[in-house]
């Protein structure tokens, strides 16, 4: 799929984020160089950590298999803030259902919930346009190169849709973390600038939950891509109010606490620059 969303002249529907958003956009890793050669990586079979299932698509109404996580198998070895790290397999590669007869993409979660007039709209801008470069079946195993390419056909649907600001917010922040468990820098900075537009104006106009996040966790991520963006003073009044909001758990306000510290430091080193 890398480069079918290169180039969106003729998608006839009107976008409000940057097409360069979806263009493939991967950085080269740094050279090598003498005494940091890499180990050659374990290969680890995934295959027992997912299945094979088929599905029906809401849009074309086409049968097609992907893979299915099983998670009573995964294993998490820590939390990077409020995203899980597991052994092995990265989650976020498996969170896209793509129906590879039209071209329909969405979170796993959201993939049954068409309306009459999203489904004219896929059909008349996704499968119109998109459908004749789908490959002929779902990988088995999606690796994060991969993953990230899916989150971005996700998200062009979405924006064909018309969903929430916080669906929308929750894509683009997936594929910024895709990016950064890639050690891939400049590309998590650009995508999580703008997770952090849309995420603010759903947290401006939306109820709570948004997208499935509560008022703390929201507050949490935009104080983390603010801090990424060098707004530190945003970044401070969000994580202040969490700390001081003891209805909020102790592991998010203590998430909030080392957070606030980091950015403080931050903050005094580019003063005394």
């Known amino acids: 799929?890398?480069?079918?969303?290169?180039?969106?002249?003729?998608?006839?529907?009107?976008?409000?984020?940057?097409?360069?958003?979806?263009?493939?956009?991967?950085?080269?890793?740094?050279?090598?160089?003498?005494?940091?050669?890499?180990?050659?990586?374990?290969?680890?079979?995934?295959?027992?950590?997912?299945?094979?299932?088929?599905?029906?698509?809401?849009?074309?109404?086409a049968k097609f298999t992907t893979s299915v996580l099983r998670e009573?198998?995964?294993?998490?070895?820590?939390?990077?803030e409020l995203r899980p790290v597991y052994r092995d397999i990265e989650p976020l590669c498996y969170d896209?259902?793509?129906?590879?007869?039209?071209?329909?993409?969405?979170?796993?979660?959201?993939f049954p919930v068409v309306a009459d007039r999203q489904r004219d709209?896929?059909?008349?801008?996704?499968?119109?346009?998109?459908?004749?470069?789908?490959?002929?079946?779902?990988?088995?195993?999606?690796?994060?190169?991969?993953?990230?390419?899916?989150?971005?056909?996700?998200l062009l649907t979405a924006l064909v849709k018309k969903v929430s600001l916080g669906e929308r917010a929750v894509l683009l922040a997936k594929i910024a973390w895709l990016y950064k468990a890639m050690e891939d820098e400049t590309n998590?900075?650009?995508?999580?600038?703008?997770?952090?537009?849309?995420?603010?104006?759903?947290?401006?106009?939306?109820?709570f939950p948004i997208f499935?996040?509560?008022?703390?966790?929201?507050?949490?991520?935009?104080?983390?891509f603010a801090a990424d963006e060098q707004d530190y003073t945003t970044a401070i009044k969000f994580l202040s109010n969490i700390i001081v909001n003891k209805n909020l758990s102790t592991r998010l306000r203590e998430l909030a606490r080392d957070l606030k510290e980091y950015v403080q430091e931050q903050r005094k080193d580019e003063d005394e620059e």
């Open 72 to 80: 009573s198998k995964l294993r998490m070895l820590r939390m990077e």
């Open 212 to 224: 499935g996040m509560s008022e703390g966790v929201v507050t949490y991520l935009l104080a983390r």
């Open 188 to 207: 998590y900075l650009y995508y999580a600038k703008y997770a952090n537009q849309e995420l603010t104006k759903a947290y401006q106009s939306e109820t």
């Open 96 to 110: 896209v259902m793509l129906c590879v007869n039209c071209g329909y993409a969405a979170l796993k979660d959201r």
């Open 121 to 154: 709209a896929i059909l008349a801008n996704i499968r119109t346009n998109y459908a004749n470069f789908m490959p002929a079946e779902n990988p088995p195993e999606i690796d994060m190169k991969q993953g990230v390419e899916r989150l971005k056909y996700a």
């Open 1 to 61: 799929m890398y480069g079918i969303l290169d180039n969106l002249k003729d998608l006839d529907f009107e976008l409000d984020l940057p097409c360069e958003i979806f263009e493939t956009r991967f950085s080269e890793p740094p050279p090598k160089t003498e005494g940091n050669e890499e180990e050659e990586p374990v290969v680890v079979d995934l295959s027992q950590y997912f299945f094979i299932k088929e599905f029906e698509c809401p849009i074309c109404r």
